[in-house]
């Protein structure tokens, strides 16, 4: 039987069959499906609920905390883009960074990974130089996402945090119902690639590559010229003695579960009340013994039938009125939505659900949502790592593959995901700086108006074209904000 060997370890299935992997793939689907929204399909009492003839009819209320939470941190993180730098701002290097980033719609991915990630509890990067697709005219340095749950870490046996390299497997279809397994070993400076048959779970014989036209090319062995890994592997967040990172889900199931169940009750109790039942007083229906039913269908009209001299229930006939009284059961929820905010670390007035109002200044925003901040910025230490690796591989792809400059390290300027309070930014300035002026009108415009290069120039031109036409005054002089000192600041920039 032909085994696939990952690190010290053999396998002769696939996926993996080993306690470890099963579980994390397991929770890979849960996860997934509580994103998504399908929690039903997650948790076992409401598929119970849903086998019982009484809870056919029942409506199965999902209240996605679970996306709105991973959305949140995506929004957070990558919702403000981040600028990426290497070398000055005109530089060959700063160019080829930026065409980098452009080329492989970086900022696009990198949203799409945090939001994987939040749920999956890690991502990964994957670096390769070639066309971003078949139809594509030039080669360049890619930048793509993988699944976790075709990679397979191969680790230190001596260091459970020492990654040496990794596998990842999928599962092709070929003709007819055959199916093969594609691998793909990385090493550093390596690229190994294989193709076994799969006979169900099990692995057969290994094939050659050309099995697939696509892969008719392709080297058994490449040599990537790399002396690293091209992949970084981006934990949401975990401890000192695991690889894989811990989604942000695995400590709240249990109350997205009741939430969902009791917001579920209440509709259910509303729904069988909602129609008031009519009190009569006796004799008003009567039995047909030949059709044995009421002449007034009882069935229909949900009728009671009481007797006035045992009971006190007033003029009859009347409409009995039902009382829910479900002040304990919303009262529950908002207990349940405050621990789901305390233990997901994040604040109601990330989701507009403040109590306190609208937030004075970007200062008091910011106060309210520290622990959310705290998160995120305990997310972008593994992000921050994992993309300057990333894009230097990518440089230095481009740098032996395609004639690009010499890689350099990347540094990236994180924005805080919040709205800036420019008001605020421009009093603090002010106090700081004794009313002096701390930006030249090209850093200005630049900065509130979110331009560069050409077109940045062509809003600085235009800009002199009004003050010359003015006088050196501005149209309104009520609007106008007079900066002292503004030539000889930019001059200081200069130097």
């Not at 070929?174 to 099990?202: A, M, N, T, V």
């Not at 229906?285 to 009209?301: A, C, G, S, T, V």
């Not at 998160?375 to 230490?381: P, T």
Request: net charge negative.
């Amino acid at each position: 039987m032909p085994k696939l060997i990952i690190g010290s370890q053999e396998y002769e299935s696939w996926p993996p069959d080993d306690p470890q992997n099963k579980a994390r793939l397991e929770n890979y689907k849960r996860s997934r499906l509580l994103f998504k929204g399908k929690h039903q399909d997650v948790y076992e009492r409401i598929q119970k609920w849903l086998e019982r003839q009484e809870d056919k009819e029942l409506i199965y209320i999902v209240c996605n905390f679970a996306g709105l939470l991973s959305k949140v941190s995506a929004d957070m993180l990558f919702g403000e883009q981040p600028r990426f730098v290497a070398g000055e701002e005109k530089s060959k290097e700063q160019e080829a960074l930026d065409t980098i980033v452009k080329n492989n719609s970086l900022h696009v991915l990198n949203y799409e990974m945090a939001l994987s990630a939040s749920w999956r509890g890690e991502a990964i990067y994957k670096v390769r130089f070639g066309k971003f697709a078949d139809w594509a005219e030039t080669e360049h340095a890619v930048i793509e996402t993988v699944s976790p749950e075709i990679f397979y870490p191969i680790l230190d046996e001596d260091n459970v945090r020492g990654l040496k390299g990794g596998i990842f497997g999928w599962v092709k279809q070929g003709p007819g119902d055959k199916k093969y397994l594609r691998i793909e070993r990385q090493l550093p400076g390596l690229i190994e690639s294989e193709l076994y048959e799969l006979d169900g779970r099990s692995i057969g014989q290994r094939v050659k590559l050309n099995t697939f036209p696509e892969y008719a090319d392709l080297e058994d062995v490449q040599e990537t010229r790399y002396p690293g890994l091209l992949f970084e592997v981006v934990p949401n967040w975990r401890l000192d003695d695991e690889f894989y990172g811990i989604s942000d889900y695995y400590d709240l199931e249990g109350i997205f579960d009741e939430l969902n169940n009791r917001v579920s009750r209440i509709s259910r109790v509303l729904d069988k009340h909602e129609s008031p039942k009519l009190i009569l007083p006796p004799g008003i229906m009567k039995w047909d013994e030949n059709y044995r039913r009421w002449h007034i269908e009882k069935e229909d009209l949900e009728a009671i039938e009481v007797n006035p001299a045992e009971e006190q229930v007033g003029d009859l006939p009347r409409y009995l009125t039902w009382d829910a009284q479900l002040e304990a059961a919303f009262k529950q929820i908002d207990k349940l939505l405050e621990f789901a905010f305390m233990v997901s670390e994040t604040s109601p007035d990330a989701f507009g659900l403040g109590k306190s109002g609208q937030a004075e200044s970007g200062r008091a925003l910011k106060f309210r949502l520290l622990r959310l901040l705290a998160k995120i910025n305990r997310k972008k230490l593994y992000f921050d790592e994992a993309l300057r690796n990333t894009l230097y591989a990518a440089q230095y792809l481009n740098n032996v593959w395609g004639r690009g400059p010499e890689p350099q390290d990347v540094r990236i300027e994180w924005q805080d995901g919040l709205p800036a309070d420019e008001l605020e930014q421009a009093q603090v300035e002010q106090t700081r700086t004794g009313n002096k002026a701390t930006s030249s009108v090209r850093s200005a415009v630049r900065r509130l108006d979110n331009l560069d290069g050409e077109q940045l120039e062509e809003e600085l031109e235009e800009i002199a074209k009004d003050e010359k036409s003015l006088g050196g005054q501005a149209a309104d002089p009520a609007l106008s904000i007079t900066l002292p000192g503004v030539e000889g600041d930019e001059e200081q920039e200069g130097e």
